[in-house]
């Protein structure tokens, strides 16, 4: 499955975005989504996760109560809505998909998109 992320800019802190990340060439309902980040010299790290139903979904401590993933199967889109953003957050975001059943580790996404610069300034 290829996926195309969106919705990426430039915020001042405590402002919102919203990411979105549209998918082609699958079957996107047999697909777990998450959103990771990669800053600066830092490794790539988990943002949050949905599964295939949008009925369970995870988050990392530093983002949880500001964000929220959803996902719309008929739309074949996942989006990552954020809110009370701080400087922190700033960082190239993407969506990876992994079959769904799979575990929840990095290694278990096999698809990525190209990811969506995300730019909070303070």
């Known amino acids: 499955v290829q996926l195309v992320e969106s919705g990426g800019g430039l915020v001042q802190a405590g402002g919102s975005l919203r990411l979105s990340c549209t998918a082609s060439?699958?079957?996107?309902?047999?697909?777990?989504m998450g959103w990771f980040r990669q800053a600066p010299g830092k490794e790539r790290e988990f943002v949050a996760a949905?599964?295939?139903?949008?009925?369970?979904?995870n988050y990392a401590d530093s983002v949880k109560g500001r964000f929220t993933i959803s996902r719309d199967n008929a739309k074949a889109t996942v989006y990552l809505q954020m809110n009370s953003l701080k400087p922190e957050d700033t960082a190239p975001y993407y969506c990876?998909?992994?079959?769904?059943?799979?575990?929840?580790?990095?290694?278990?996404?096999?698809?990525w998109g190209q990811g969506t610069q995300v730019t909070v300034s303070s």
């Open positions: 990876a998909a992994k079959p769904r059943g799979l575990g929840w580790i990095i290694t278990d996404y096999t698809s």
């Open positions: 060439g699958g079957t996107f309902s047999l697909y777990d």
């Open positions: 949905i599964n295939w139903s949008g009925g369970s979904t």
